[in-house]
């Protein structure tokens, strides 16, 4: 769709239709600004459900003398550079399995801080990857994030949040899906008591300890598949170790600069791009082993100081030309343009699931009806157990394609046969 047809769009222009008949962007944008402002300080002391419902509602609150579809699920397709949001017949059912899986989670309720930031982040951007509504969802979406920082114990700031970073972080998740960076950012966005907990960086934005003398002791090689499993095991365990060792600091009035390296070594542990990270650039600049100082005695924070001390030494024999370009590698779109990094991943979701698991989750249930469906008609037919076990598998994977596409998951599908020839999708152009 074009702007040319957009109905959320004046006639002619790049303009959303309002209700103070505003004709310029920048005025418009102006106006966005100082009314979602003043409907967020309200929104911030009124109840909104925990579920798609609520979303909605907060959306419409905020918008909502702006735009007469405030809180109405968009009915066109809309993308970026890196991708397509899901498509809009499959927005609703996304947007209650995200909320569903949030209400598994207690709201993320009863969680270390650590862990709170990082699934905040995954939950974040899986709402950015939907992208709900025509317009005003990073709004929605920070405010939806305070919300749940708040009544889990974990305040944020929404004018803390670093609108770059913010973005940045957003459009990483929604082509990777790897959320880190956007728990990342809301973290750094947290009420904070005393000074920022940052870690030093280094080049592509790489985390590191706090300067120390080199690690003494018998030196073991650990291939990058080692230091994962190391990490995996003692990673949560250090943190923990991390957070209660700078406190005891603070509360024993020990030296400025002890606590300072203690910050910055829990703001290490914590970081997107710390120690896990690392083993994956490493792993793109061709590396495969470190040397480091392990004993049975390290407590598991001793022990990942030691794995990231030599994961920082082995980064550091690098040209940083050469480690910026693993970074960008790194964070780089895994699919081609035009495709939904979302849909591509209900899609893989679908086939790697059981039937129980695909009708657990709404997004998938008229996936497992259509099988069911193709089932019956081929065993109608009188069909052999072969046949009728290739028409499944036959529909399966038209159904895959479908979701990748966006199309209606029935399309390509007749009770009895499947297409088997596979055509590209025809490329029907990127929304607005």
């Given at each position: 769709?074009?702007?040319d ?6 006639p ?7 209700r ?6 920048r005025t ?32 419409k609150h905020?918008?909502q ?18 991708g ?14 995200a909320?569903?899986?949030?209400a598994?989670?207690?709201?993320l ?23 709900p509504f ?12 305070a919300?749940?920082?708040?009544d889990?114990?974990h305040?944020?700031r929404?004018a803390n949040?670093?609108?770059q ?13 790897d959320h ?6 809301l ?17 592509g ?5 706090p ?7 018998q030196?073991?090689?650990?291939s ?12 949560p ?11 005891k600091l603070?509360r024993?009035?020990?030296a400025?600069?002890r606590?300072?390296?203690a ?8 970081h ?5 990270y690392q083993?994956?650039?490493?792993s ?17 924070l ?26 960008r ?11 939904s ?18 009708m ?5 249930q ?5 099988l069911?469906?193709?089932?019956k ?16 598998e ?9 979701i ?17 020839s596979?055509?590209?999708?025809p ?6």
């Open positions: 769709m074009t702007t047809n957009d109905p959320y769009l004046y002619g222009s790049s303009t959303f239709q309002n103070l008949e505003l004709r310029d962007d418009l944008a102006q106006a966005e600004r100082l009314l979602t402002h003043a409907r967020g300080l309200e929104a911030a002391r009124m109840g909104f459900s925990p579920d798609a419902d609520g979303y909605r509602a907060l959306h905020l918008f003398d702006l735009y007469s579809w405030a809180g109405q699920d968009r009915t066109v397709n809309s993308g970026t550079a890196e397509l949001f899901t498509p809009a017949p499959y927005v609703a059912s996304a947007l209650s399995a909320f569903q899986d949030l598994r989670q207690n709201q309720r009863g969680l270390p801080p650590e862990d709170f930031f990082g699934r905040l982040g995954h939950h974040v951007g899986e709402l950015y990857g939907i992208h025509r317009a005003g969802n990073g709004r929605t979406l920070r405010h939806h994030a919300r749940l920082a708040r889990a114990g305040p944020i929404i949040i670093d609108r970073a913010w973005d940045d972080a957003s459009r990483h998740g929604f082509a990777t899906g880190r960076l956007l728990g990342a950012a973290s750094a966005a947290a009420v904070e008591q005393n000074a920022p907990l940052l870690p030093r960086t280094g080049p934005g790489i985390a590191f300890l300067p120390r003398d080199p690690p003494t002791g030196r073991y090689r650990l990058l598949a080692k230091v994962r499993d190391e990490l995996s095991r003692y990673l365990a250090a943190r923990s170790e991390a957070a209660d060792r700078w406190q603070v024993d009035g020990e400025d600069g606590i300072a390296a910050r910055i070594e829990l703001a290490y542990v914590r997107a791009k710390g120690p896990v083993t994956q650039l490493l793109q600049l061709g590396q495969k082993d470190v040397d480091a100082v392990i004993t049975a005695q390290q407590t598991p001793e022990r990942v100081r030691e794995i990231g001390a030599a994961l920082a030494a082995r980064i550091n024999t690098q040209q940083p030309a050469q480690i910026l370009r693993a970074v590698s790194l964070e780089s779109p895994i699919l081609p343009p035009g495709l990094p979302v849909q591509e991943r209900l899609a893989e979701l679908f086939l790697k699931n059981s039937p129980q698991e695909n657990a989750d709404p997004r998938l008229a996936a497992v009806t259509l069911e469906q193709v089932e008609a081929s065993r109608a037919k009188g069909e052999g157990p072969r046949v009728v076990e290739g028409a499944i036959a529909t399966r994977t038209v159904i895959a394609a479908n990748r596409s966006g199309r209606s998951m029935d399309e390509g599908i007749s009770l009895g046969s499947v297409e088997r596979s055509r590209p999708a490329d029907r152009g990127r929304n607005r």
